[in-house]
């Protein structure tokens, strides 16, 4: 395979050297995407028994994932253009205070309303910490090899973060009861918010232009219409008046999004922008791995208990083993991407990724299929760590440091959009099946070809071929 000549050989395959103060920074951002990612999971296995001691009905136990969902995607494109426009540094400590305060209320809720309450400030202060963190990361690392080290770790830590979570989620619970899962993220804020303002400088855009408040509106109602939808189909089906009301509105809106920001003089979101290669296919090609994978943790984990009846802790291992394997990934995913290239990498990372969940169609009910399932699931989860890497480099190379919170704000945006929609559009396929076995195989199917179509459609879209890449916008020639 030939070498990408956008990416030089001999300087990405050297090991970037970072300062002490470099290592520091790094830790910082990363520990507060972890502990986002962690918010994610690990809460997931504590339900049932966080619903009988607050005395929340089965049907509103799916407002503890939806209430932390709803803002944490919804304000993500507005907050990280605030902070572009106010102070990157300013909001993200803002940011985790709010985070820290949220989860400390979840920790001690009385009720559902104010175990819901912290839940939804945790996901709004979630909000302001992933995009202005990947913002500070990116404008922290000059790109090239330093920054893809950097974004290599973070996503390390993004994957890693919602796969220990599921396992912590069950020992915490089993150990402390569910109130220690919303305590651990308390410990998290507090480790990272004294660190902050210590090691972390100011940025912004030069200029102060204005925010597009209109913008800001319907992209905001946007997200919040779409996510609750996809979020409340995923337990009760799109057949629900409220569902598809608000799926309805949510499309509505985001085309007066985008009739809002053709005219504005200075849009929320540069149409020129969305109209690079790199952002537009790199983003579908992140959308992708995060809402296909995330859809076979979800049926993995169905299968694991109920079809071949492990515990808890059983299925945790399953995981714990992707987990470590992901975070092997990490290591070595920016120096593949070095020597060929973010592009080839993402789509390679996905053709690998669609190629192993076929694999998983092989599962029956012996005792084998815990290996087949532990080994394709880990080795999938590989790939999909370097999609997630090349993905976040490929969206934001070339982008200027003044919108590099709109790039990586439409980054961890299509993060979370994917997290939700996989699991309602493909998901329950296996949880209305009458065989939960031939169920998750028409899951797997499905997966796995919108994955592998996916990467056909991304290396014609970023023009990947043997030769270098090409680095034009969509509207070039």
């Given amino acids: 395979m030939a070498i990408d000549t956008t990416h030089p050989l001999p300087d990405a395959l050297d090991t970037p050297r970072l300062s002490t103060r470099d290592k520091f920074v790094l830790f910082v951002l990363c520990a507060a995407q972890f502990m986002v990612a962690l918010d994610f999971s690990v809460l997931n296995v504590a339900l049932p028994v966080l619903g009988a001691d607050l005395g929340m009905s089965r049907s509103g136990l799916q407002w503890a994932v939806t209430a932390f969902a709803l803002p944490s995607g919804g304000f993500l494109l507005l907050f990280g253009r605030v902070g572009d426009l106010f102070g990157r540094r300013r909001l993200f400590l803002a940011g985790l205070a709010l985070f820290g305060a949220a989860s400390v209320l979840a920790t001690v809720a009385w009720d559902p309303a104010s175990f819901l309450t912290g839940r939804a400030l945790q996901g709004l202060g979630a909000a302001a910490i992933v995009p202005t963190g990947m913002s500070l990361l990116t404008t922290t690392f000059p790109e090239g090899p330093a920054r893809d080290r950097a974004l290599g770790i973070s996503g390390t830590l993004l994957s890693l973060g919602f796969t220990v979570g599921m396992v912590a989620g069950g020992t ?198 815990v290996w087949l399932a532990t080994a394709a699931v880990s080795l999938a989860s590989m790939c999909h760590l370097g999609a997630i890497i090349s993905y976040g480099i490929t969206v934001t190379s070339g982008v200027p440091d003044e919108e590099q919170g709109l790039a990586t704000g439409l980054v961890t945006s299509t993060q979370q959009v994917g997290i939700t929609v996989g699991i309602p559009l493909l998901g329950v396929l296996a949880t209305t099946s009458p065989d939960l076995l031939t169920g998750v195989h028409t899951v797997l199917a499905l997966d796995a070809v919108l994955v592998l179509a996916a990467a056909v459609l991304v290396a014609v879209g970023l023009r990947v071929r043997s030769g270098a890449v090409e680095t034009q916008p969509l509207g070039a020639r």
């Fill in 172 to 369: 915490l619970t089993d150990t402390f009861g569910w109130r220690s899962t919303m305590g651990l993220l308390t410990l998290f804020a507090l480790i990272v918010l004294p660190l902050a303002p210590v090691l972390l400088r100011e940025s912004r855009t030069p200029d102060r232009p204005r925010l597009d408040v209109p913008g800001a509106i319907t992209v905001t109602g946007a997200l919040l219409a779409l996510i609750y939808a996809l979020s409340t189909a995923a337990d009760h089906g799109f057949g629900r008046a409220d569902v598809v009301i608000t799926l309805i509105a949510g499309l509505l809106l985001l085309a007066a999004f985008v009739t809002v920001e053709s005219r504005t003089a200075q849009p929320l979101v540069s149409l020129p922008m969305l109209r690079r290669r790199t952002v537009a296919w790199g983003n579908i090609g992140g959308l992708v791995t995060f809402s296909m994978m995330s859809t076979v943790v979800f049926v993995l984990t169905l299968y694991l208990q109920e079809v071949l009846h492990l515990s808890a802790f059983e299925t945790g291992l399953v995981f714990g083993v992707q987990g470590v394997l992901s975070a092997v990934a990490g290591i070595y995913a920016p120096r593949v991407i070095g020597r060929y290239g973010p592009r080839r990498t993402l789509v390679g990372s996905l053709v690998g990724q669609g190629a192993l969940i076929a694999a998983l169609m092989g599962l029956g009910t012996g005792n084998w299929s």
